[in-house]
């Protein structure tokens, strides 16, 4: 008989009453931390195919020596310090995972041809919505208000600049709020260590980590407004419709095509010169969440009249409720992509469509 903790087997059990004892033990104490724990490892790889291994390797690490755990001490710590040094161990033979925007130089002209590159491993989207990765009701506000951020895509693109201790540091302190002696005890550096490690963090930071505004600033009716107006814009193919909902220095960009560009007027100029759609309805497009924030699968018309999925496209507003920067995600198995994300291969097979959530 084999014990399994996700998708991966985790060797044999034992076939004795103590042993399944344990094991059943084991798996009431840690199920509940299954979704934090992936969102830890992805905060530390930026790859949701990365976070998803890390995890499965976290587990079977931990269940390896649950037998000498001491069960007055926090599952959740425990869990999240064997995942930090799981995750440590794993960048040091990775590169970092960015967006097109963050490969640096200015942004791009949007009538030029459009270049991929797929040896550049890319930032991946996170499936889930916030409350799915936050802890229960019993933990500090402030640390849910923190896991909920921190799924962020602008937030995991600015965590990339990061070398990997400091990225390690800086999740453990500000998103998990752990003291710097335990931060210290977990990666085997002294506290002094820790503090300078986060104080430079912390200043790239500053300059990585442009702010974008919050979903939490707009209410449900402004949300629900916003994204009815985007979706109608786009399956109408009303691309002056469009430019009006971008701000001034919106960012659009489309790993892995490396281009970036910024401002609503190129952003249009852009999906005239580029997009495959040549009218109303040749565009369909779903809702989902992507990092906590509101996204869409877009579904496109092909030669034979079906509608396939095209690409994952993840919103993020500002204040004011204008979109400012959109990540549009390409990728050769998008049908695959969109099953992570609930998507159907084509959008006949969804529910009848509702005005699209606030994305609470």
């Given at each position: 008989m084999k014990l399994s903790v996700g998708r991966r087997s985790l060797g044999h059990m034992s076939t004795t009453t103590t042993g399944r004892a344990s094991d059943a033990a084991f798996l009431e104490a840690t199920d509940p931390f299954r979704r934090e724990i992936l969102a830890h490892c992805y905060r530390m790889m930026g790859s949701h195919h990365d976070a998803e291994d890390l995890m499965q390797e976290t587990y079977l690490r931990a269940w390896r020596g649950y037998a000498k755990f001491d069960r007055r001490a926090s599952v959740r710590t425990w869990l999240h310090k064997i995942a930090t040094n799981t995750c440590l161990t794993a960048l040091q033979s990775r590169q970092r995972r960015p967006l097109p925007s963050g490969l640096g130089g200015d942004a791009f002209d949007p009538t030029d041809d459009l270049l991929q590159d797929h040896e550049v491993p890319w930032l991946e989207p996170f499936s889930g919505t916030v409350d799915e990765v936050s802890p229960g009701d019993d933990a500090d506000p402030a640390y849910v208000v923190g896991a909920r951020e921190s799924i962020r895509l602008a937030f995991i693109a600015a965590l990339q600049h990061l070398p990997e201790r400091q990225r390690a540091v800086l999740?453990?302190?500000?998103?998990?709020?752990?003291?710097?002696?335990?931060?210290?005890?977990?990666?085997?550096?002294?506290?002094?260590?820790?503090?300078?490690?986060?104080?430079?963090?912390?200043?790239?930071?500053?300059?990585?980590?442009?702010?974008e505004g919050s979903q939490e600033e707009l209410d449900d009716a402004a949300k629900r407004e916003l994204l009815a107006r985007y979706v109608s814009a786009f399956e109408r193919y009303d691309v002056d419709a469009i430019v009006e909902l971008f701000t001034d220095k919106a960012i659009w960009e489309m790993p892995p095509f490396t281009g970036w560009y910024r401002g609503a007027e190129s952003i249009g100029t852009l999906i005239r010169h580029n997009c495959p759609a040549e009218k109303e309805g040749d565009q369909i497009m779903l809702p989902t969440v992507a990092n906590g924030q509101p996204a869409f699968g877009l579904y496109m018309r092909e030669?034979?009249?079906?509608?396939?999925?095209?690409?994952?496209?993840?919103?993020?507003?500002?204040?004011?409720?204008?979109?400012?920067?959109v990540v549009a995600f390409f990728s050769n198995t998008i049908d695959d992509v969109f099953a992570r994300f609930g998507l159907p291969p084509t959008p006949y097979d969804a529910p009848p469509r509702t005005t699209p959530s606030a994305y609470h």
């Open positions: 999740i453990l302190r500000d998103v998990l709020q752990w003291k710097a002696a335990e931060v210290a005890d977990t990666i085997g550096v002294t506290t002094a260590t820790v503090n300078s490690l986060l104080q430079r963090a912390r200043e790239q930071l500053k300059h990585a980590a442009p702010r030669p034979d009249g079906i509608h396939r999925a095209f690409q994952l496209q993840v919103l993020d507003f500002d204040d004011a409720g204008r979109v400012a920067h």
